[in-house]
């Protein structure tokens, strides 16, 4: 019997191949079990529900799949919902978040007004809603004063630094607006009796909630508003926190439980640097790592990779009590989400949005071994080759055929391991392919490396800006091409025009 941890891997890695329903079928299975190992987006609440309530969201998700006539549209989209918090439906997701977070009878008595009016299988409405009101009843704390990062003492991790200049071009788009050229400096924080969340950014100690600086909450969703976790008040000078129990203390620990670990792009240059500069400080091995639990095997080989030997990692499922909290300034200023393009407005990007900490990001290189390497040969051109069911290229194979005749390997990031991703990307001069987590392997490439990303957005739009600025702190030199038209959504599928990959060939033709 395969553990929970392939099933979840088989289900990542079928999602990302197109097949949904298999991947389906994987995270259906863990559901059954019971399982604690859940992606961070995950719908809120199921983990929490029994086994008897596991077995009727399970038979309601069933019902979902089973049907096929075109009248069933509406149930398969909640389907994808509670399986993968895609906000496929905005209104269903907010009345299951409530529900799953509340329980309340008037969030109860809501959603069971709004399903009557949803057209959908009604025995698959009936079983979801059976199931509902035994979700355990979750109350909210008070508010707690929110304080930022800045207000704490601290010691200084790595100072105020400039950005190295951006050698950026955007090919038939618009070019974005110009970010900061300083990476503020980076601190550590000593919070004493501090509760520690998985998935979580916000630190609290009392009836004070701390959140990095850089959290804008007039344009940025805090992940944890997103999964029900917090409400912050309207002027934004406090957070409505939701009350855990707390089963666990720990006399001392460090903080890395961003949900960051749940994608590979965002662990590799956010978490992962924090793990090195650790490290580097060389706090004392006995204090642990507290992190969230890594929904991909090599995350959790790169975890082991980084730290000390004889320093211990506590993967947390539920909030913890910590006497002495170690918690870092972050080393990427990456929102986790926009309120406005939540709202399917237009994001006005701020400067300090997007930015790497080029010292972090080298001494991740560094702890890695790859500072060496970076002066030695390097020749190799590498297409990313991406296959997901979201932004989907339709033309892949005369893509692929394109770049196999200018002389790139095919690789799938996926399908290698920690070790084969490091060695290939390690000796890349040109690195290519759709921007996407596995694009992130920028991060092993010798500095002064030539990276092309594909984007279906001719307009300044969220992809643009990351990648171009993580490209910036590694020293690369950064390309994006635009192959789509103007659109709000941020996933759209595109076809990528040949022709005009042609007239652009010299950049495909050897070291940057």
Avoid at 176 to 194: C, D, G, K, Q, S
């Amino acid at each position: 019997m395969p553990t929970d941890l392939e099933l979840l891997t088989e289900a990542r890695a079928l999602r990302q191949e197109g097949r949904a329903d298999e991947a389906q079928l994987r995270m259906l299975a863990l559901v059954t079990r019971g399982t604690s190992l859940w992606e961070p987006y995950l719908v809120a609440g199921v983990s929490s529900l029994s086994r008897g309530d596991r077995e009727r969201a399970l038979h309601f998700l069933r019902l979902a799949a089973d049907r096929e006539s075109h009248g069933t549209e509406a149930v398969q989209l909640l389907c994808r919902t509670l399986v993968e918090n895609g906000n496929h439906h905005e209104a269903l997701q907010a009345w299951f978040v409530r529900l799953s977070h509340d329980g309340s009878r008037e969030a109860i008595t809501g959603f069971a007004r709004f399903a009557r009016a949803w057209e959908g299988p009604a025995e698959a409405l009936e079983s979801l809603l059976n199931c509902l009101p035994k979700i355990p009843d979750f109350r909210y704390s008070e508010y707690a004063k929110l304080e930022r990062q800045g207000g704490l003492p601290g010691t200084v991790v790595i100072p105020e630094e400039a950005l190295p200049p951006a050698r950026a071009t955007f090919h038939h788009m618009d070019t974005p607006n110009p970010t900061a050229a300083e990476f503020p400096a980076v601190r550590r924080h000593l919070i004493e009796n501090a509760v520690v969340r998985p998935w979580s950014e916000v630190v609290v100690q009392g009836n004070l909630a701390y959140l990095p600086d850089c959290v804008d909450l007039d344009e940025h969703l805090l992940y944890e508003t997103f999964v029900g976790l917090s409400t912050p008040a309207a002027d934004g000078s406090m957070l409505l926190l939701r009350r855990e129990s707390m089963a666990d203390w720990l006399p001392e620990g460090i903080v890395l439980t961003s949900f960051a670990v749940g994608n590979w792009a965002h662990f590799l240059t956010e978490t992962a640097p924090l793990m090195a500069l650790v490290e580097a400080e060389n706090l004392p091995v006995h204090i642990p790592l507290l992190v969230a639990r890594p929904e991909a095997a090599q995350i959790t080989e790169m975890m082991e990779r980084l730290k000390h030997p004889k320093r211990p990692m506590r993967v947390l499922d539920r909030p913890v009590q910590v006497g002495k909290a170690h918690w870092y300034g972050p080393v990427a200023q990456v929102p986790f989400e926009f309120l406005k393009a939540r709202a399917g407005l237009p994001v006005r990007y701020g400067p300090g949005d997007f930015l790497f900490s080029p010292s972090a990001l080298a001494a991740l290189r560094e702890r890695l071994g790859l500072g060496a390497r970076s002066q030695g040969s390097a020749g190799a051109k590498v297409f990313i080759d991406r296959v997901s069911s979201r932004r989907k290229v339709r033309n892949r194979e005369a893509v692929l055929d394109f770049f196999r005749g200018a002389g790139f390997d095919i690789i799938r990031p996926e399908s290698l391991s920690l070790a084969g991703q490091m060695d290939i990307f390690g000796r890349a001069s040109v690195v290519a392919g759709q921007a996407g987590a596995g694009l992130a392997n920028m991060v092993f490439a010798p500095a002064g490396a030539r990276i092309i990303a594909f984007t279906g957005h001719p307009v300044d739009v969220e992809p643009h800006r990351y990648w171009a600025s993580m490209a910036r702190a590694l020293g690369h030199e950064f390309h994006q091409i635009a192959f789509g038209a103007p659109s709000a959504e941020l996933h759209i599928d595109f076809e990528v025009a040949l022709d005009r990959l042609a007239g652009l060939r010299f950049l495909l033709e050897g070291s940057a």
